[in-house]
């Protein structure tokens, strides 16, 4: 399996970020999978921020719960990360992979990551 995140590299504050993860290799709705999306702060502390089951269920950490949200579109076998209302504090290295079962503790290959800066 392989995956691939794309998007703009730049994103003013307030604005929303709009993230892609390609996956190659394997459907995203095979059953009982979880896709990620992961951020590396400039601090190189990692975040799991959440996933999306198979199924199309969506998790994310209670801290984005408000202001995030994880899609796909099946037809592309891709999802999608959007974080609304972004700030400077958003700026990090956003990866998506494949996340081995419902808890983030263990995840397939990561994407090379992206860089995402907020600033105006």
């Known amino acids: 399996v392989q995956v691939q995140e794309s998007g703009p590299g730049l994103v003013k504050p307030s604005q929303t970020l709009s993230l892609t993860c390609t996956v190659s290799?394997?459907?995203?709705?095979?059953?009982?999978?979880?896709w990620s999306w992961i951020r590396q702060y400039p601090g190189k502390a990692l975040e799991w921020m959440g996933a999306?089951?198979?199924?199309?269920?969506?998790y994310y950490i209670p801290s984005l719960k408000s202001r995030a949200v994880i899609s796909r579109d099946t037809s592309k076998n891709q999802f999608t990360l959007q974080v609304m209302s972004v700030t400077p504090e958003d700026t990090a290295v956003y990866y998506c992979?494949?996340?081995?079962?419902?808890?983030?503790?263990?995840?397939?290959?990561w994407g090379l990551g992206i860089q995402v800066t907020v600033s105006s």
């Open positions: 999306i089951h198979s199924s199309g269920t969506t």
């Open positions: 290799g394997e459907s995203i709705t095979r059953s009982g999978d979880y």
């Open positions: 992979a494949p996340q081995d079962g419902r808890y983030p503790t263990d995840f397939g290959s």
